[in-house]
């Protein structure tokens, strides 16, 4: 007779691993261990400390050795949101990918998503952001944990009185250079990112 699994203990309160402090973790599911670095952003994702979780966010690009200005953009200057955060798994690695929003009417690239990507222990290893000036356009991007057929993991659509609209917007990818598409009238989603080694692989626009 097979020995029966333990059973599945309830999320923990004050989670070392993610610095919940007192709420419910959002990682209920899978849960590696992070890094303390790691930790601090993941607290600022929970509680929706905006500025908070930049600040931590640049520090530990900073102690990747890469340039957080560089690396974030004008996500470095500016109070972002959390929307997700999820652990993703993609050729036998763990990922931690957060989608954070800094649209303002106040900045020409009225719409702005960015797509982060971490290791638990602390890497910072790619960001993507996308923006469009069109006033009338919601950006809504979506985590895939398990991925689409063509390996889709980020799909960035959009709602609002843009769908009736066409217009061009931006890709912005560390290291990489920079993409424009064109949204056409009534398409949804106009951009898609699947995770590749440990980089952002963009598969729309092309």
Known sequence: MAPSLPPVPPPRIGCPDCGDSGNVSLFRSFRPRVSPTVGLVLRGATLSEGFDSIQALKSLVLADGKDPTAFLGGLVLLQADFIQARYVESDGR???LLLMDSSTPLRPEHSTIAAVLLSPE????????FAC????????PEIFVEPLADGTRV????????????????VAHWQRPDREGVAKEGDPIFC??????????VLAPE
């Open 133 to 140: 000036e069109n006033l009338d356009t919601d950006l809504v």
């Open 192 to 201: 898609a990112l699947r995770i590749s080694g440990d980089r952002f692989e």
């Open 122 to 129: 602390g890497r910072a290893l790619d960001c993507v952001r």
């Open 94 to 96: 763990t990922h931690l």
């Open 155 to 170: 799909k960035v659509s959009r709602s609002g009185r843009g769908l009736k609209e066409t217009f061009t917007y931006r």
